[in-house]
């Protein structure tokens, strides 16, 4: 057993070489004591448990997050994705890549029915999806078009590219999203191009979406106009929008999009994102009970259980 002075000194050591950064070399000098000396304190200083080495392991921390995600929200299916940083491009990449792996196991079991939503995440996800050859897999927007130009908004564009991936069928929504009047709404969705397109929304095997936050209100609000809703809203979830509780929220009449309900109720609902600036958005979302599998990262899985 060490006396109280020794152990002091390990302490000091332990403090200078693990938590200031100094070479050992460095507390040597500072402490007037032999560099051999310096070592032999630090490793006492583990055996007297002064010092205790915790190995990360970033497997299990993953596991851990993916077990108290699907625990507190009730979803079916967590994947969180270990990162060797914060920085947020990574972050992406690496959530990407893991949602292009874990749906490409699925679509290559062919005959899938899959709804595709927008945004620039899903526009990421396409681009990491690799060519592989399927069968009897057939994609499909999951709302109409709009006459913004940014890629990650032409849905007709996304379901296409990922179609040429996988060697699908596609299905285009020659309609607009949102309508100019109900009158107009009520023609188009009375003809049969619609109707067979409401039948794939309402018998997806396969719906894949992200999840926007406030700046996809900010989007709609320029390309659609504000409606008095408009400040209720945190985020949507395939232009469906949703308040900080997971409650629903309508901001405009006279779309032409599959419904809620069809979301929920597809054979599987895979909503991918992550980032510090989508968390809350993320946490009303996995309340609105939409999806029932979310793929992140293991910094914005954190940033999302923490909220309460």
Not at 115 to 142: H, Q, Y
Not at 218 to 228: A, E, I, L, P, T
Request: some cysteine.
């Amino acid at each position: 057993m060490k006396c109280n002075n020794e152990k002091v000194l390990m302490s000091e050591v332990a403090v200078l070489y693990y938590e200031k950064k100094q070479t050992q070399q460095e507390i040597a000098d500072l402490m007037n004591l032999s560099r051999q000396t310096v070592s032999k304190l630090l490793n006492d200083a583990i055996r007297e448990n002064i010092v205790e080495i915790k190995i990360h392991n970033p497997k299990k921390d993953c596991e851990e997050l993916q077990r108290q995600l699907t625990k507190r929200f009730g979803i079916n299916n967590c994947v969180v994705t270990g990162v060797s940083s914060k920085n947020e491009a990574l972050r992406q990449t690496m959530t990407v890549k893991a949602a292009a792996e874990y749906i490409t196991d699925i679509i290559k079991k062919g005959n899938k029915k899959i709804g595709l939503s927008w945004g620039r995440t899903v526009k990421d996800l396409v681009a990491a999806i690799p060519e592989t050859a399927t069968n009897g897999n057939m994609v499909f927007p999951l709302f109409g078009a709009t006459d913004n130009e940014n890629l990650y908004f032409s849905s007709n564009e996304l379901a296409r590219s990922m179609a040429d991936k996988i060697g699908a069928d596609v299905k285009y929504a020659w309609f607009p999203y949102l309508t100019d009047s109900k009158e107009d709404c009520l023609m188009l969705k009375n003809l049969s191009y619609y109707k067979k397109m409401q039948n794939l929304w309402q018998t997806a095997d396969l719906a894949i979406v992200g999840i926007g936050n406030t700046e996809i209100l900010d989007v709609f609000g320029k390309n659609f106009g504000y409606s008095k809703s408009h400040y209720q809203a945190i985020g949507d979830v395939a232009t469906h929008f949703f308040n900080e509780k997971g409650e629903l929220v309508n901001l405009y009449e006279n779309t032409l999009c599959a419904s809620a309900e069809n979301i929920k109720t597809a054979g599987q609902t895979i909503a991918v994102a992550c980032g510090d600036n989508k968390a809350i958005a993320i946490h009303g979302a996995l309340r609105t009970k939409l999806f029932d599998t979310i793929i992140t990262d293991e910094h914005t899985a954190r940033k999302v259980l923490e909220i309460k």
